[in-house]
């Protein structure tokens, strides 16, 4: 049978001699001393097997074959490791999660500079910083996507640490009154004491540092006003970022604008949009931002997020194939002026 001798030289070829004698090896000797000496023999045995046990068609040892063939690559590496006292137990490959979310409790004043339109303003803030840490190596245990993030949270390490931001805002129009759309740019630096918060043990007990910094960031920005209820605004990191993936690094730069409604003193509904993108990472894409408040006498609320332009696809617990955003992100922010 055709079919069945080109299934026999698929196996033959995809194991060779090496991944043959290596089986063997593993098999305490077992191939050899039925009589099965080289890949050529056990490839014609495989399908003797299946063609006497009646359970497969020739389509179906066919494709057994061409999976055989289409796997050696990987699987005759570890057999033949396994055999020189390096097993696939020893391989190290893993899934680590790191990250971290931060709540921050700030008091902030303001004070104009010699220069009219110029303003200092400081930030000083108390920061909860929940860490996360989880080290999964996929060739020792098996789990559940679902077990990553319930022992990512179980490991959690959470402390409080004091933080302080200041920036600098320059209104054009208090000292050059002839300039149009009202031109004001601003510069901020948040964390500049560079807070450290308490790594789980988990990971400490992994070879990683005892404190997960809050490094320094810096912005700056730009903000025009076509019309009262109209702002028009850019911005740009300043400071290429550090995230918990070592290799990613996070520098954003920003464009949007902002319609108020209402537009009043003591009240107001601001509506947002614009685009994103991480400048630091050549093939990162292109987000949408979004957002809205409520401003009303001293009360301000904020509610805003983004979302990317690229997707990623997964199978879900039942096997079927979803697509999420690569990226998003969500944030709300409660402020009490005075």
């Known amino acids: 049978n055709a079919a069945r001798q080109s299934a026999a030289d698929a196996i033959e070829t995809a194991l060779g001699a090496s991944g043959f004698t290596s089986l063997n090896s593993i098999l305490n000797g077992e191939l050899v001393a039925n009589g099965i000496t080289d890949a050529d023999k056990l490839g014609n045995a495989l399908v003797n097997i299946s063609v006497s046990s009646g359970s497969l068609t020739d389509e179906q040892i066919t494709a057994a074959a061409q999976m055989i063939a289409e796997n050696a690559a990987v699987a005759v590496p570890i057999l033949n490791a396994a055999t020189s006292g390096n097993p696939y137990t020893n391989n190290l490959s893993n899934l680590t999660l790191r990250g971290g979310s931060f709540t921050e409790v700030s008091l902030g004043t303001a004070r104009q500079l010699i220069v009219p339109g110029l303003l200092l303003g400081v930030n000083l803030k108390l920061i909860q910083g929940r860490i996360g840490y989880y080290k999964f190596e996929a060739l020792k245990k098996e789990a559940e996507a679902g077990d990553f993030f319930s022992d990512f949270d179980k490991y959690a390490k959470q402390t409080v640490r004091p933080g302080v931001d200041i920036g600098v805002l320059y209104d054009m129009n208090k000292t050059l009154p002839f300039l149009p759309f009202r031109p004001r740019a601003g510069i901020v630096a948040r964390n500049i004491n560079r ?138 922010q409660l402020a009490i002026l005075f």
């Open 195 to 332: 807070p450290k918060f308490d790594q789980p043990d988990k990971a400490k007990e992994n070879g990683e540092s005892a404190k997960y910094p809050l490094d320094t960031q810096a912005r700056m920005g730009l903000a025009f006003n076509p019309f009262n209820f109209w702002t028009l605004a850019t911005d740009i990191d300043l400071t290429e970022n550090k995230t918990p993936v070592s290799t990613f690094k996070s520098r954003m730069f920003g464009a949007g604008t902002e319609i108020n409604i209402f537009n009043r003193r003591w009240l107001n509904i601001p509506l947002r949009f614009g685009l994103n993108k991480n400048i630091a990472e050549s093939g990162s894409k292109i987000s949408y931002a979004g957002g809205f408040g409520l401003n009303f006498l001293h009360v301000i609320v904020d509610v805003g997020g983004s979302i990317s332009t690229e997707s990623e696809k997964f199978k879900d617990e039942n096997g079927k194939e979803q697509t999420a955003p690569a990226n998003a992100s969500a944030a709300a």
